[in-house]
């Protein structure tokens, strides 16, 4: 409330500290847990490029219904971090005060390249990290996300456990202290679009 209420001047002076500083914190966590996994992060790749590419995978994203799936969950997380296609960052980019319209098309530009930056980091950290706990209970099943499956972990739980490989329980507080932010800044974000849709929809045409 004290930050919606002031206004756009209000949520851009806080949007404009609290994303940098929080991306910046969580890149720095996930630099920190890619430093410690160094020797997995090859062993990564190979994992994701031979999950991509094997026979296996190519026949099953042949059906209906993992092409359904492969939609409903690729495009729900493609939206949901960077809102690449859904029309709503206009809002904020075209009250932006600049000296040409093109200045801030390339801002728009790079806040997808970078949530592209941290989703792939958060993917290598997961896969790193249950290379290294798969390595380390020394498990029959050679595959990092029987690791997390036979942990009862799912979701954002699995980026916490693997925070907490590394960190212990302080890694699954910097991972809760990171969705704070990263919530709170998206809930300010949308309440500005919002109000905007609705002065728009009951305002007198003028």
């Known amino acids: 409330a004290f930050v919606v209420m002031g206004g756009l001047r209000t949520i851009a002076s806080f949007t404009e500290k609290v994303v940098p500083t929080m991306a910046l914190f969580y890149l720095i966590g996930a630099a920190i847990m890619l430093i410690y996994n160094y020797q997995y992060i090859l062993?990564?790749?190979?994992?994701?490029?031979?999950?991509?590419f094997n026979p296996t995978a190519v026949l099953g994203g042949?059906?209906?219904?993992?092409?359904?799936?492969a939609m409903r969950y690729g495009i729900a997380r493609g939206l949901f971090s960077n809102e690449a296609g859904m029309g709503s960052t206009p809002h904020a980019h075209a009250v932006a005060?600049?000296?040409?319209?093109?200045?801030?098309?390339?801002?728009?530009?790079?806040?997808?390249?970078?949530v592209g930056v941290i989703?792939?980091?958060?993917?290598?950290?997961?896969?790193t990290s249950g290379l290294r706990g798969w390595s380390e209970a020394n498990l029959a099943d050679p595959s990092f996300l029987s690791f997390y499956s036979d942990a009862g972990k799912a979701?954002?739980?699995?980026?916490?456990?693997?925070?907490e490989l590394i960190f212990g329980h302080i890694g699954g507080i910097f991972i809760s202290f990171?969705?704070?932010?990263?919530?709170?800044?998206?809930?300010?974000?949308?309440?500005?679009?919002?109000?905007?849709?609705?002065r728009y929809l009951f305002s007198s045409p003028k």
């Open 178 to 198: 990171s969705l704070l932010f990263f919530a709170f800044s998206t809930i300010i974000g949308w309440y500005y679009y919002a109000e905007n849709n609705v």
């Open 155 to 163: 979701g954002i739980a699995v980026t916490q456990y693997a925070y």
């Open 119 to 127: 989703v792939t980091l958060t993917g290598l950290v997961i896969i």
């Open 97 to 114: 005060k600049v000296r040409s319209p093109e200045e801030q098309g390339f801002i728009a530009m790079m806040g997808v390249f970078i």
């Open 43 to 52: 062993p990564a790749f190979k994992s994701i490029f031979i999950a991509a």
């Open 62 to 69: 042949g059906a209906g219904v993992a092409i359904q799936q």
